[in-house]
């Protein structure tokens, strides 16, 4: 296994994927890809369907999710970040179930539910979860972006502290205009601070034929038409299901990020029990 994705949207992300679920196991099966990562925006709507279909195909499943954090600054205005959480352990899948039913119930902000950085830092419901930095659109990734490596020191260092062997800086060439400064700048500072890289692409379709399609839902999701020239395209048709060779082919000069997405899909580990009823166990007086 030379590469496995890590990052993957399907159509549970309601505003921006149209990967079906059984789609996208059979797309990592049939590119002999052994494990692969869904990693649906804010939710966990595929998780149990895509535990199922992965485990009957052979494909180890890792369980993770695209999540927003709220900035230090809450205000309508100011901008969050992105974080992906991968599980490492069932402890992590309890600590990610309730980072999400807090983001919801709590941590709402312009109708975006975003977890807070001290429910991480504080809380202690980072445990059993593997963190990639969000690329571009993480608090790291922005700050390089702004040309402000002071401050993406101090932030990748806290997430390091936060998640410690289990923080990777995450480069991505999605054929967006910025990626490969943020590449670059990146890679700089993970050499500077000691801190491991990984390969990921976000997929939001199964391929390249897929993304007008995918363009159409996203206008729909955000009341716009195709036709505006002047509408906000956060998407690129590279943002496909790359097979194995493609990935390689694209961070030949980075062998390394691509070793260590194997890396992390060897540390996710989670067992869940399906077909039996769960309770919670309340106290009774």
């Known amino acids: 296994m030379p590469y496995v994705h890590l990052r993957t ?4 992300s309601i505003v921006d994927g149209t990967l079906r679920v059984d789609a996208a196991v059979a797309a990592a099966r049939g590119d002999a890809q052994g494990a692969l990562a869904i990693t649906d925006l804010n939710n ?76 991480l830092e504080h809380d202690g419901l980072a445990g059993g979860l593997i963190a990639l930095c969000g690329a571009r659109g993480g608090a790291i990734g922005q700050a390089l972006l702004a ?15 936060v998640f410690p062997q289990r923080f990777y800086l995450e480069l991505q060439r999605s054929g967006h205009a910025d990626c490969e400064r943020h590449v670059a700048a990146a890679a700089r500072l ?9 390969a990921t692409h976000p997929v939001q379709f199964l391929a390249r034929d897929d993304f ?12 716009e038409t195709l036709s505006n020239p002047r509408r906000q395209r956060r998407f690129t048709a590279d943002q496909y299901f790359k097979t194995q060779a493609e ?21 996710c580990n989670l067992t869940l029990t399906l077909g039996r009823p769960q309770l919670p166990a309340f106290p009774t007086p």
């Not at 949207?9 to 549970?12: D, I, M």
Request: with cysteine; net charge negative.
């Open 247 to 267: 990935m390689e082919q694209l961070f030949a000069d980075l062998p390394v990020a691509l070793d260590n997405a194997v890396e992390i899909a060897k540390r």
């Open 9 to 12: 949207h399907t159509e549970y």
């Open 44 to 119: 966990l709507f595929a998780a149990v369907r895509f535990y199922e279909e992965a485990r009957s195909a052979g494909v180890k499943p890792i369980i993770g999710c695209d999540l927003r954090v709220a900035p230090d600054d809450a205000s309508p205005q100011a901008p969050g970040s992105a974080l992906l959480l991968l599980v490492a352990s069932h402890q992590g899948y309890l600590n990610l179930c309730e980072l999400l039913s807090r983001a919801w119930l709590r941590g709402q902000r312009s109708g975006q539910a975003e977890i807070r950085w001290e429910w």
């Open 212 to 223: 007008e399609a995918h363009e159409a839902r996203v206008c729909i999701a955000e009341g």
């Open 147 to 161: 040309g402000d490596a002071n401050r993406a020191a101090e932030l990748a260092r806290r997430h390091a502290a």
């Open 190 to 198: 993970a050499a500077e601070l000691q801190l491991p890289v990984v």
